[in-house]
Each structure stands twice: as structure tokens, then as C-alpha cells.
């Protein structure tokens, strides 16, 4: 009687070929499929996305985008780790700060993946194909993740003490400047907002002025939230010249009627 496979026979034999393309994916030689892959996930796609982001970002039929307040740190995010993907792609040697920075790409994708990808699936089901694009940044996550462990593993033992120091230093950055750009961004939107209803003009038009570029870069939300919490008339009729002065219509399109 010929006994089941176990164990022994799985090291006598081989590791099944689940096990044998899970490990090609990780090899420090990369195919031309894989290199195709990478392209397309990590840096093709997602600027794809970008350009034609139906409703994530960016505000769709007057309102704005399911994440358009994280609009800052997604696209400093994605530039920035495009950016070295790009860099890591021709083979160059890695770095421990580099293979943290692109874990943190890795982190941040797969956790918008896995938020997109419910609310995608709905949308493929209702008809709206453009939704198959959400599902782009688990593809992405997986780009990133394999890139930071060939660069690891491409190295080897030949890693200088203190490397995992620099790794966590690279993850924190790639963390850090997108935190940064948000934080920055939001301040100074928050701080022109609550100029627009200034008894200064001059003020009140350079604040307007600032709103205008700094809503290209995020969405309409600090102004809208502005108005809707004020109670003074003068004022809040202010805030509503200002958006109809940006966004080519009133303000009361864009707010969602509790």
C-alpha cells in the first residue's frame, strides 16, 4: 500500500507548484512577466487612477470625493513611490532606507485596497466597469512589498550593521513626507478659509485666491464644513460667494441633506 503524501515525501519531492510559483515571485532574478507586472501595478496603474478617479479623490458631480480630504498624502504617496519603484526597477543595488520606504508604499496601498475593494465590487456589479480600477492598489501593494524583500534579499548578508535601523528610518519617511504634505496643506486651507469672511477685502480676496490653487490639490470639504457651522449671516453668506466664485455653482449642491 503506498502511504499518503506527508511531509518527507514534500522534501523528498518538491514543495507543489503553489509553493514553487509563490517562491518565483520572490527571486532576486526577475522575468520578463514579472517585470511587466511590476510596471503596470507600480507605476502605469495607479497614475491611471489618478487621471481617471471617477469619485475616490477627486469631487464628482458637485461632491467630493470619498477621500478627497486625504487627497494630499495620497498623491505626494503615490508620487514619491512610483518614483522609487522606478529607481529600484533597472536592478540597482538596494538600500535598507529604500526597502523601508517601499514597505511603506506597500502598507499604504494595501490598506486602500482593502477599503476600495467592497465598494468596487458593488460598483462591477451594478454595471460600472470603471470600478475595476479600485482593485489596482492590492496589485500595487504586492509590487512594492516584492520589490522591498529582492532588495533585501539581493543584498544578503552583506548588510552593514545598523540596517534595520535604516529600514524603519526609510519606513518612517515614506510615512512622514506625505503626513507632512497633508498636515501643511490642511493648516493653510483651514487658516484661508476662515480669512474669506475677513472685514479686510484685500484680505478676503488673497484668501480666496489661496483656496482656488490649494482646492486643486484637495477638495472643497474646509469650506463647505465652513459654512454649514456658521451662524452668522454675513458670514456665511461670504462662504457661499466664495464656493460659487470656485466652484461655478451653489454651495448647497454640493452638501449632503443629513
Do not use: N
Amino acid at each position: 500500500m503506498t502511504p499518503p503524501p506527508g511531509p518527507r515525501f514534500r522534501r523528498a519531492g518538491g514543495e507543489g507548484r503553489l509553493g514553487r510559483f509563490w517562491r518565483r515571485q520572490f527571486d532576486s532574478s526577475p522575468t520578463g512577466w514579472q517585470t511587466a507586472f511590476d510596471a503596470a501595478f507600480g507605476i502605469v496603474l495607479p497614475l491611471a487612477c489618478l487621471a481617471l478617479d471617477p469619485a475616490v479623490f477627486v469631487t464628482h458631480e458637485g461632491q467630493p470625493g470619498m477621500m478627497g480630504y486625504l487627497r494630499p498624502f495620497a498623491y505626494t504617496m503615490i508620487a514619491l513611490q512610483t518614483a522609487a519603484l522606478a529607481a529600484r526597477m533597472p536592478r540597482r543595488p538596494g538600500s535598507s532606507a529604500l526597502d523601508g520606504f517601499l514597505l511603506a508604499g506597500a502598507l499604504f496601498a494595501g490598506l486602500l485596497g482593502i477599503v476600495l475593494a467592497p465598494l468596487c465590487t458593488i460598483g462591477i456589479l451594478a454595471g460600472e466597469g470603471i470600478c475595476a480600477l479600485g482593485f489596482t492598489p492590492l496589485g500595487t501593494a504586492f509590487v512594492f512589498a516584492r520589490a522591498a524583500v529582492r532588495a533585501r534579499r539581493a543584498a544578503g548578508r552583506e548588510r552593514p550593521a545598523g540596517s534595520r535601523t535604516r529600514m524603519v528610518a526609510g519606513l518612517l519617511l515614506g510615512l512622514g513626507i506625505p503626513l507632512a504634505a497633508q498636515v501643511g496643506i490642511d493648516r493653510t486651507m483651514d487658516a484661508s478659509v476662515r480669512t474669506i469672511p475677513s472685514a479686510d477685502a484685500a484680505a478676503a480676496a488673497s484668501a480666496v485666491r489661496r483656496v482656488a490653487v490649494l482646492r486643486r490639490i484637495t477638495d472643497d470639504s474646509p469650506l463647505i464644513l465652513a459654512w454649514r457651522a456658521e451662524h452668522d449671516v454675513t458670514r456665511r453668506a461670504a462662504y457661499a460667494r466664495a464656493f460659487r466664485q470656485l466652484a461655478g455653482h451653489p454651495i448647497e449642491d454640493s452638501v449632503v441633506a443629513d
